[in-house]
């Protein structure tokens, strides 16, 4: 008979991140801990997915009006670097730093999706009172709150997680974390999907402020009694801080830091111009439901979840990271093209594919270039906290920049299509689109020959043969 101690032992090994179990941080309260990652998960599907969606197709807000408003959470997101910071240095009575932090993201979080459904309503003009600017304000406040509060949120929730995770667990730890973010994603999309499929006002209201409260739930669970009490002395509470610009300024004198930073902006463009327009362009040229159209961040989740085991995969056989990096940008490419041939060829089994290619591609150039800021060699006080801030701030910044971009390209390029200004032939509302993925393309190949450089600068034998780890990993 086989022994009890190895078929236990070998159940243990059978379970997915069993590696990240310490004494310090045991299961039970890891994935308690992780449920923060969830609630965040859904609040992205939420700003990213379903309600653009509905702000344009069934509310008929403009799509530049609705780029702003996506674009104010991720214009934000640089901040999280301070955050960061700040949640590192915090001085309390009781010693107490990450917490505070994350439970006034998760009020913020809260917050945000309280009172967005009414804003939504009114900037759709709905409206019997107040001034005409009421519905642009409510809305912006809303999505600023619930966003600042996700990144609030997740920022401290990945910080408490590293601290109470061992040296040896720590990379499993917040790789965890950054998975049930994109399970996070794909179950709320599938939930939020079903819920709209009968859209009216009222439910709309009902589902986003459903999702309030299960933020808020979740995020108590995820917080109750994760961090311990350790009063701090005065000397410590009245200890100078590093000064930021020192460290910055020694960061960006390596010209591969800074060129890493440009190849980082450019994909991040490239892949995330559109967000705003992914399911628009499903439910108005293909004729999607709220439902199907909102099953598009499944598929992305899924295909990110994907690009994130072939990242795993590669760095254990000792792949470039910046290789890897290419691979995920040529992957992008095709994925653009079979989204473009998905109208006219009228085939939304050609559409889902390229966003599940999108989610691949953009997952696997996120995670590699990630891996590329955490194995840069800084100098001076720089350390690799900085260049993961770096990596993150010009990630974001790129986000919302090219979220904007790709909406008012969208609005500005249809209006002058649908008039007939650029002929008949492109008399259509897919061509707005179309120039907006074709420039996605393009800027793909900006960003393999800015990467070209990195690729000769490293070769392939130093990047070590370690599992993947994702400490810091700002998602």
């Given at each position: 008979?086989?022994?009890?101690?190895?078929?236990?032992?070998?159940?243990?090994?059978?379970?997915?991140?069993?590696?990240?179990?310490?004494?310090?941080?045991?299961?039970?309260?890891?994935?308690?801990?992780?449920?923060?990652?969830?609630?965040?998960?859904?609040?992205?599907?939420?700003?990213?997915?379903?309600?653009?969606?509905?702000?344009?197709?069934?509310?008929?807000?403009?799509?530049?009006?609705?780029?702003?408003?996506?674009?104010?959470?991720?214009?934000?997101?640089?901040?999280?670097?301070?955050?960061?910071?700040?949640?590192?240095?915090?001085?309390?009575a009781i010693g107490w730093k990450r917490i505070p932090y994350l439970w006034f993201g998760s009020l913020w979080q809260f917050g945000g999706l309280a009172i967005m459904p009414m804003g939504l309503l009114v900037l759709s003009g709905d409206q019997v009172a107040g001034p005409e600017w009421a519905g642009e304000v409510g809305a912006a406040l809303a999505f600023l709150l619930t966003g600042l509060g996700m990144h609030m949120?997740?920022?401290?929730?990945?910080?408490?997680?590293?601290?109470r995770a061992s040296d040896e667990t720590r990379p499993q730890v917040v790789a965890l974390l950054y998975v049930m973010f994109l399970i996070g994603m794909g179950v709320s999309a599938v939930l939020i999907g079903t819920l709209l499929r009968d859209f009216s006002a009222l439910r709309l209201v009902q589902v986003v402020q459903g999702a309030a409260v299960v933020t808020i739930v979740l995020n108590i669970i995820a917080l109750w009694k994760q961090e311990k009490v350790?009063?701090?002395?005065?000397?410590?509470?009245?200890?100078?801080?590093?000064?930021?610009?020192?460290?910055w300024n020694d960061l960006t004198r390596d010209t591969e830091a800074t060129?890493?930073?440009?190849?980082?902006?450019?994909?991040?463009?490239?892949?995330?111009?559109?967000?705003?327009?992914?399911?628009?362009?499903?439910?108005?040229?293909?004729?999607?439901?709220?439902?199907?159209?909102?099953?598009?961040?499944?598929?992305?989740?899924?295909?990110?979840?994907?690009?994130?085991?072939?990242?795993?995969?590669?760095?254990?056989?000792?792949?470039n990271p910046h290789r890897m990096a290419a691979r995920g940008i040529l992957m992008g490419l095709m994925a653009f093209c079979a989204v473009i041939f998905a109208a006219p060829m009228n085939s939304p089994a050609l559409f889902f594919a390229g966003a599940f290619g999108i989610g691949i591609g953009g997952g696997l150039f996120a995670v590699s270039t990630l891996t590329s800021a955490m194995s840069l060699d800084v100098k001076g006080i720089a350390g690799k906290g900085l260049?993961?801030?770096?990596?993150?701030?010009?990630?974001?910044?790129?986000?919302?920049?090219?979220?904007f971009i790709g909406g008012a390209?969208?609005?500005?390029?249809?209006?002058?299509?649908?008039?007939?200004?650029?002929?008949?032939?492109?008399?259509?509302?897919?061509?707005?689109?179309?120039?907006?993925?074709?420039?996605?393309?393009?800027?793909?190949?900006?960003?393999?020959?800015?990467?070209?450089?990195?690729?000769?600068?490293?070769?392939?034998?130093?990047?070590p043969a370690t599992p993947l780890g994702l400490a810091d990993f700002p998602t």
């Open positions: 008979m086989i022994p009890r101690s190895v078929i236990r032992n070998a159940s243990l090994r059978m379970l997915p991140f069993s590696d990240a179990v310490s004494e310090q941080l045991p299961l039970r309260q890891l994935l308690r801990l992780s449920l923060f990652q969830i609630s965040v998960g859904m609040a992205s599907v939420m700003l990213l997915g379903t309600l653009n969606r509905v702000m344009i197709v069934e509310l008929n807000v403009m799509a530049w009006i609705v780029a702003i408003m996506i674009a104010i959470p991720v214009l934000v997101a640089p901040f999280r670097a301070l955050l960061g910071f700040r949640s590192d240095t915090y001085r309390s949120t997740q920022t401290a929730g990945l910080a408490l997680a590293a601290d350790a009063p701090m002395t005065k000397q410590e509470r009245e200890a100078p801080r590093p000064a930021f610009r020192d460290a060129r890493l930073l440009i190849v980082v902006f450019l994909g991040t463009l490239a892949f995330n111009m559109q967000d705003v327009l992914l399911e628009p362009y499903g439910g108005e040229i293909l004729g999607l439901s709220v439902s199907a159209t909102t099953l598009l961040t499944a598929m992305w989740a899924l295909g990110a979840l994907i690009g994130f085991g072939l990242a795993a995969k590669w760095l254990k056989q000792s792949i260049a993961l801030g770096a990596w993150g701030a010009a990630q974001a910044t790129a986000a919302g920049v090219s979220i390209l969208r609005d500005i390029i249809n209006g002058a299509a649908l008039s007939g200004s650029l002929g008949e032939a492109l008399q259509s509302a897919t061509t707005g689109y179309s120039v907006v993925y074709h420039i996605e393309i393009a800027l793909l190949f900006a960003t393999l020959i800015a990467l070209g450089p990195l690729v000769r600068a490293r070769p392939l034998t130093e990047t």
